[in-house]
């Protein structure tokens, strides 16, 4: 029985190398007829069929479960993440095992920044929040690369929250523990992209009304999470797997929000840095909101942009400003500036 199994093994093996090689002797012959690489090296001919590439990656990625993308980590279940984030070099790897910590200095210019905005808001009695959109690799822990260990409780996100939180700054926002204790049943990122999916931003979204309702005792039309159908559909790769060349074979399990959620809302400005909406019914509401969402991407605005617009009369959607008091033009009763964990540098600023 053992023999039997152990001969199976080898002639699978040998099949599979037979073709492994019968295709990279396919690929050079079609490279090598190309009159324009002639006098080129071995390695020029290899790589320059794209076909041949790309079925490299795949083999690497599948059989040996490598990329040879350096910054990349390879997570479980198909999920990837940046160990060094290509947008703003943001070190990633290093902040989860708590080696990229803030300093006492820098620590104190972040609260005085947020002290200093929130300030200025609510002296003109606009309520304020800084809300930080943790990374995936800090809410998806169950999906990181078991050999990085459990992430440090001195990532930089825990310093500002530790500290904001003994200064008593309420305005300052970290929902990850309620993003990974709601985030049970459906995930809340995109598992090849850095990103918040539909119900990431709900939860966003709720942690935001449920504590303005809190604080203030008005009443919205408050969307819950029994009014919201979310469904999965299977799309080619995201940023990270296009990094790696492997948008078609690393799959996104993206996360929608059903075709039936209506939007009783009318965009009425659309410019490259505001959009404004106004729902359909403002005139029977009692109490006129005006709520004004500063985010730095396009991707969080649109994911949000459903269900704050069904919440609030009048929705302002602009890019983050940094001048304290600035949104107070359009007369809010409610600020809030959405970042990113990879962002935080920019409240040193």
């Known amino acids: 029985m053992k023999r039997k199994k152990a001969l199976d093994f080898l002639l699978v093996t040998l099949f599979v190398g037979i073709l492994f090689t019968f295709?990279?002797?396919?690929?050079?012959?079609?490279?090598?007829?190309?009159g324009s690489l002639k006098g080129t090296s071995f390695n020029a001919r290899f790589y320059s069929d794209n076909a041949l590439s790309d079925f490299v990656k795949y083999v690497d990625y599948k059989i040996f479960g490598h990329i040879e993308e350096g910054d990349l980590l390879i997570g479980k279940d198909e999920w990837l993440f940046e160990a060094v984030d290509s947008e703003n070099g943001y070190e990633r790897l290093?902040?989860?095992?708590?080696?990229?910590?803030?300093?006492?200095?820098?620590?104190?210019?972040?609260?005085?920044?947020?002290?200093?905005?929130?300030?200025?808001?609510?002296?003109?009695?606009?309520r304020y929040m800084m809300v930080v959109i943790p990374d995936s690799i800090s809410v998806c822990s169950?999906?990181?690369?078991?050999?990085?260990?459990?992430?440090?409780?001195?990532?930089?996100?825990?310093?500002?929250?530790?500290?904001?939180?003994?200064?008593?700054?309420?305005?300052?926002?970290?929902?990850?523990?309620?993003?990974i204790s709601e985030?049970?049943?459906?995930?809340?990122?995109?598992?090849?992209e850095n990103t918040i999916n539909a119900y990431g931003a709900y939860c966003i979204y709720n942690t935001v009304v449920s504590r303005f309702l809190a604080e203030t005792g008005r009443e919205v039309d408050r969307i819950y999470r029994d009014?919201?159908?979310?469904?999965?559909?299977?799309?080619?790769?995201?940023?990270?797997?296009?990094?790696?060349?492997?948008?078609?074979?690393?799959?996104?399990?993206?996360?929608?929000?059903?075709?039936?959620?209506?939007?009783?809302?009318?965009?009425?400005?659309?410019?490259?840095?505001?959009?404004?909406?106004?729902?359909?019914?403002?005139?029977?509401?009692?109490?006129?909101?005006?709520?004004?969402?500063?985010?730095?991407?396009?991707?969080?605005?649109i994911q949000l942009t459903p269900y704050f617009s069904n919440t609030f009369d009048t929705v302002y959607y602009r890019e983050l400003s940094v001048h304290p008091n600035d949104a107070r033009q359009y007369e809010p009763t409610l600020v809030v500036q959405i970042i990113h964990e990879s962002e935080l540098e920019m409240l040193l600023e």
Request: charged residues 25%; hydrophobic residues 30%; proline residues 1%.
């Open 23 to 34: 295709t990279v002797i396919i690929g050079l012959g079609g490279t090598l007829k190309e």
């Open 183 to 192: 985030s049970k049943n459906v995930v809340m990122y995109n598992n090849t």
């Open 227 to 301: 009014d919201v159908d979310f469904y999965t559909r299977i799309t080619d790769g995201r940023r990270i797997a296009e990094l790696a060349g492997l948008s078609e074979t690393i799959k996104n399990r993206t996360v929608s929000v059903s075709d039936e959620m209506s939007e009783e809302y009318q965009v009425k400005e659309n410019e490259k840095n505001l959009v404004k909406t106004v729902r359909d019914n403002i005139q029977q509401s009692g109490i006129h909101e005006c709520v004004v969402i500063e985010c730095t991407s396009d991707w969080d605005r």
């Open 142 to 179: 169950e999906n990181v690369p078991w050999y990085l260990g459990e992430q440090s409780e001195n990532t930089r996100l825990s310093q500002i929250t530790r500290l904001a939180s003994e200064c008593g700054i309420d305005d300052f926002i970290n929902p990850a523990q309620i993003m």
């Open 94 to 126: 290093r902040d989860y095992i708590g080696a990229n910590q803030f300093s006492d200095e820098q620590l104190e210019t972040i609260m005085s920044t947020i002290s200093k905005r929130a300030e200025s808001y609510e002296s003109n009695g606009v």
